[in-house]
């Protein structure tokens, strides 16, 4: 992680894979169909709040956007 990386909340992270709030959950569920054992973890916060850190949601991204054929 360098220094100027930023934790940024489930919402903001959802509106920058423009995808929505079930299939976001169905990425990180390991019993679900959609599951993507590569997505990034998410980060405890609080007892209710979790986070993700901006540059490995922007390198997951970068990842899908190569992958297209």
Do not use: C, H
């Not at 423009?18 to 609080?46: E, M």
Request: aromatic share 8%; net charge positive.
């Amino acid at each position: 992680m360098n220094q100027s990386d930023r934790i940024i909340r489930r919402l903001e992270t959802m509106k920058m894979l423009g995808v929505s709030k079930s299939t976001f959950a169905d990425w990180q569920n390991p019993k679900s169909k959609r599951y993507r054992p590569d997505f990034p973890k998410k980060i405890q916060l609080g007892v209710n709040s979790v986070g993700y850190l901006e540059s490995e949601i922007n390198s997951y991204i970068a990842k899908l956007a190569e992958a297209r054929a």
